[in-house]
């Protein structure tokens, strides 16, 4: 199969899901759409990782749909950034529709055809936006994932999910709209190309100031990475159900942001054009800002699922952060965070899911003594929290210790204030995770026993169904398991 | 052999409309016109592929040669033209309205099909005359069908709307029959070409720069040009739906065209936007048009308002590209003429299938109506997110070009000003779609019994959502055409 094939098929085989969902839900058997999903979701991944053997050996698969407009093609082309992304979106999506059954059959969600068939259609956005060759290209698939994603957001149609939704969307494209696209066309004015090119396509005279005020209209145009103050929609989002937070407002979503800022920064600015500039300099204060803020807030959030939102928040910051160093270690260890939050924070919303499944509990303050009666859920729980904070062996401690080496390469006058940053922010993170493993572990039941609860359940609390809790202790391995693989990672990270 | 039949193009709908008077069978009559127009629908489809390029084709009628006798000349700027307005004729007259409109009764029903044609030789006659009196007469011809077809909306208001129509629109033909014979003043001839050739504009010239003035005035109030505007919104919402598809679609673009046609051609763009600096009155102006139209559009309870004041805005965005006067810019505005055409008739035909099965437009009707009509909910979402400019769909094309055109001119606010606008159809079209897909049904209004609309309502207004995303993603005869008229335009040919 050629390789350009192969990317077809990547980014077909979601919408395929997609198609079988409304043809196995309009028909009636709720089972087969339920299977076929994560069917075809490995075997998505399974062509992403295909692709991944020609990226790693040097190869560059292109697939050239049409010219959209003279000189502006629709077209996709799969660099290591790219990959990564892709087969982080493809590979938790198999996980995560095998929880989503469980979650959506367990919590008794409605129109459940709906909400996987757009489940699925937003991956197609995020395999487009990894794939991507062009600013226009990622611009359109970009554009698609926020419209595609808003009826997730909006899923139980409540007043307060119609309202988050309306944020969620007011928010996101007002970013891309008003400052990405512009900052797109802009780039289109001064160069005449949107292509992506390795060592950037900007001329390498652009004046300092030109290049700070684009690579800030990009930053802050990719609202999907969540810089403050344009957050809020992140919080917001979080109305929607579970397996929604955990893949896409945890992984997919967000790291399409972020994503878009270091091909951004690696492709069209290039790394020599911003090391050590003042553009890289605002957008470091920018991101160091954004992760003690976020960090600071998420301590005092008694909502789990906001509490993880603010982290994500926070964890995202890093990205940006090792986007803005444009050094080689920088945008390494911004790739590499992208996979070790992906795989630890999925596992952090499965655990919040699998607890409002058995519970129906939500705030942290009501968790006490939980983690008896849900092991496995707790365990997962502090294991994905150690790897978010970057303590080894877990594969969160990689990213940490290459951002702190990239800070220090920076060879700016204050390096030692970002190094600072990014140990204060792992202490913040101890403090927003752990007391929820403390809670869940260590305090005492607030009723007589396990088997009564404050919410009044008549039925004894028990771990969350099955295909809840297997997919959460699967990631919790794969954060792990990444801790060993990532001198891989390395390789296919260096630029 | 194609320059034989160019006449066809205007004769055929204007000989057709006394037909269907005298046969007086609707079924019949409405076939007819059908037919009619997928005629004059291939032949300028064909004009289009013979003229691109450069090419040019010219009939002279009754063998009188220019300037003396009127000349039929098309070249790739008015085959465009012709090609859009005989598309959405097409389109729009495909479109199974089951019975035509409401207050016009079954023995009657043949003068609207009448009418209907008239219109469109009208139009098509504007684009294709070489002739500065014969666009006069077509003109009128055009605008007096339009007054007709306005007034046969049901509601009272119609005729009330079709009068104030008719009341503006007089005076705009009035102004332009000032400028045209100032014109004739000037150079003695009525030839378009010729006017441009003998014209020597200068600033010291009154004659001249005041038949600028009334002629730029006097199409501007055909073009609902803000803040000549008010016309506009009654007429739209009173019309029938699919009077208010074909207008929307086609008679504001005729008139952007002879505007263009006017500074381009006749004045040329060195005295227009060199010497006389008509962008400082035409930019700011479209700016206004954009932001307060699209703010009025926001404020609207009725789904048909909304999309008319979407158009006054829509409006500012041509007459914005118009103002930039570089390729880029003007190819912007043209390109959007066809693809504010595609995105804003199929979201009157959509009206037309919801006015026919809910039976009122109030966004408060239409609550919850997503789930009984999902397709014709679907088109409206498609056409929606073109108005805002979605990548993917033809409104995102015209942005790009236009936002590329204004930096090219190095009006960086400008382009701010039309990104953040667009973010104002967000709001406008949010509300709407909220409201389809996410309100409860009022109680007043049940809509149990509302079923999708049928196949012969839903399948134009599809085709039309379908190449709002097809036009989107290949550019080659939309933007590719523009982009030629626009420096065909620029050199100061037509």
Not at chain 1, 55 to 83: C, D, K, Y
Not at chain 1, 445 to 452: D, H
Not at chain 2, 82 to 89: D, K, Q
Request: with cysteine; hydrophobic share 55%.
């Amino acid at each position: 199969m050629s390789s350009g094939t192969t990317i077809l098929l990547a980014l077909l085989l979601p919408l395929a899901a997609a198609v079988s969902c409304q043809v196995f839900g309009r028909l009636g058997h709720p089972n087969l759409r339920d299977l076929a999903t994560p069917l075809i979701g490995a075997g998505t991944f399974a062509a992403v990782w295909r692709l991944g053997d020609q990226v790693l050996r040097g190869g560059r698969p292109e697939l050239v749909l049409l010219e959209v407009l003279p000189g502006v093609e629709l077209a996709f082309q799969v660099e290591p950034l790219g990959l990564l992304y892709g087969l982080v979106a493809s590979g938790l999506w198999i996980v995560t529709s095998i929880y989503a059954v469980g979650y959506m059959r367990g919590h008794h969600e409605q129109n459940q055809t709906r909400f996987f068939t757009f489940f699925a259609l937003s991956i197609f956005a995020a395999l487009g936006i990894a794939f991507a060759r062009n600013l226009f290209t990622l611009f359109l698939f970009y554009e698609a994932l926020t419209l595609l994603t808003f009826p997730l957001v909006t899923h139980h149609g409540t007043d307060e999910a119609r309202r988050a939704g309306r944020v969620y969307l007011g928010i996101l494209l007002f970013t891309s709209i008003s400052f990405l696209l512009f900052a797109i066309l802009f780039t289109w004015r001064l160069t005449g190309t949107v292509e992506f090119e390795p060592g950037g396509i900007l001329a390498a005279d652009t004046s300092s100031g030109m290049v700070t005020a684009l690579l800030l209209l990009y930053a802050f145009g990719a609202g999907k990475a969540a810089l403050m103050p344009l957050h809020r929609w992140l919080p917001n989002a979080m109305v929607a159900p579970t397996p929604v937070s955990a893949l896409l407002h945890a992984v997919a979503v967000v790291k399409a942001g972020v994503f878009a800022i270091l091909k951004v920064v690696v492709y069209v600015f290039g790394l020599d054009l911003l090391t050590g500039s003042n553009a890289s300099l605002a957008l470091m204060t920018i991101a160091s800002f954004t992760m003690l803020m976020a960090a600071v807030v998420a301590i005092r959030q008694d909502n789990l699922k906001a509490r993880l939102a603010y982290s994500t928040i926070s964890q995202l910051a890093y990205i940006v952060l090792g986007a803005a160093m444009a050094t080689a270690t920088g945008v390494l260890a911004g790739g590499m965070q992208i996979a070790m939050h992906a795989a630890g924070k999925i596992t952090l919303f499965f655990c919040a899911g699998a607890i409002l499944v058995a519970t129906h509990r939500k705030k942290v303050s009501e968790l006490d003594g939980l983690g008896r009666t849900m092991p496995w859920t707790f365990a997962a729980f502090f294991v994905a929290s150690l790897s978010i904070i970057g303590i080894p062996p877990l594969g969160g401690s990689w990213a940490k210790w290459y951002l702190m080496v990239g800070a220090l390469e920076t060879g700016f006058a204050w390096q030692a204030a970002f190094l600072g940053v990014l140990m204060v922010s792992s202490l913040l993170a101890v403090f927003y995770l752990m007391p929820v493993v403390v809670r869940g572990f260590f305090a005492a039941s607030p009723t007589a026993g396990p088997s009564g609860s404050a919410g009044g359940d008549r039925k004894p609390i028990a771990e969350a169904p099955f295909l809840c809790t297997v997919p959460l202790v699967l990631t919790a391995l794969l954060s792990l398991a990444l801790f060993f693989v990532a001198g891989d990672l390395a390789t296919l990270l260096s630029f | 052999m194609i320059e034989k039949i160019l006449v066809l193009e205007v004769v055929l709908p204007l000989l057709a409309a006394p037909v269907c008077v005298l046969v007086r069978h609707p079924r019949f009559c409405r076939f007819f016109s059908l037919g009619i127009v997928a005629i004059c629908f291939w032949i300028a489809v064909a004009l289009l592929f013979e003229v691109r390029g450069g090419g040019v084709v010219s009939y002279q009628l009754g063998g009188w040669q220019p300037p003396l006798g009127i000349e039929y000349r098309v070249s790739t700027v008015n085959a465009y033209l012709l090609a859009l307005v005989t598309a959405m004729a097409l389109v729009v007259l495909s479109f199974d309205s089951r019975g035509g409109p409401p207050r016009v009764p079954e023995q009657r029903r043949h003068l609207y099909y009448a009418v209907f044609l008239l219109c469109i030789a009208g139009l098509l006659g504007i684009a294709i005359t070489g002739d500065a009196f014969n666009i006069f007469v077509f003109l009128e011809i055009s605008s007096l069908a339009s007054y007709i077809l306005v007034s046969l909306g049901g509601h009272r208001r119609a005729v009330m709307s079709a009068f104030y129509y008719l009341v503006m629109g007089t005076i705009g033909g009035v102004f332009f029959m000032l400028g045209v014979g100032l014109l004739y003043q000037e150079t003695g001839t009525l030839n378009l070409r010729d006017i441009a050739a003998r014209l020597e504009p200068s600033l010291d010239d009154r004659g001249t720069v005041l038949a600028l003035a009334l002629l730029v005035v006097g199409i501007s109030i055909k073009l609902a040009v803000f803040p000549l505007h008010h016309w506009l919104p009654n007429a739209y919402s009173f019309a029938p739906p699919k009077v208010s598809a074909f207008l929307a679609a086609t008679a504001t673009k005729v008139s952007f065209y002879l505007l263009a046609m006017v500074l381009f051609t006749i004045f040329g763009a060195p005295f227009v936007f060199g010497e006389l600096r008509l962008q400082a009155v035409l930019l700011p102006l479209s700016i206004l048009a954009m932001f307060l139209a699209s703010g009025a559009a926001i404020f609207q309870t009725d789904l048909r308002r909304l999309l008319a004041y979407s158009s006054v805005a829509q409006v500012g965005y041509m007459t914005l590209g118009l103002s930039t006067a570089n390729a880029t810019g003007l190819a912007g505005g043209l390109v959007h003429l066809f693809n504010h055409a595609v995105m804003k008739g199929g979201l009157f035909l959509v009206v037309a299938c919801l006015l026919y099965r809910v039976g009122s437009v109030h966004i408060d009707a239409l609550a919850g109506i997503g789930r009984r009509m999902p397709l014709t909910a679907a088109a409206l979402v498609i056409g929606g997110l073109s108005l805002i400019g979605v990548p993917g769909t033809v409104g995102f094309v015209s942005k790009w070009y236009l936002v590329s055109g204004v930096l090219e001119r190095g009006w960086t606010a400008a382009a701010v000003l039309i990104l953040l606008s667009s973010l104002l159809a967000l709001v406008y079209v949010g509300k709407v779609v909220e409201a389809v897909y996410f309100r409860k049904p009022a109680e007043i209004q049940p809509i149990d019994q509302v079923r999708e609309a049928p196949l012969g309502m839903l399948a134009p207004a599809w085709v039309l959502a379908a190449a709002a995303v097809f036009f989107g993603l290949t550019t080659n005869w939309t933007y590719g055409v523009a982009r030629e008229a626009a420096e065909l335009l620029l050199a100061g040919g037509i």
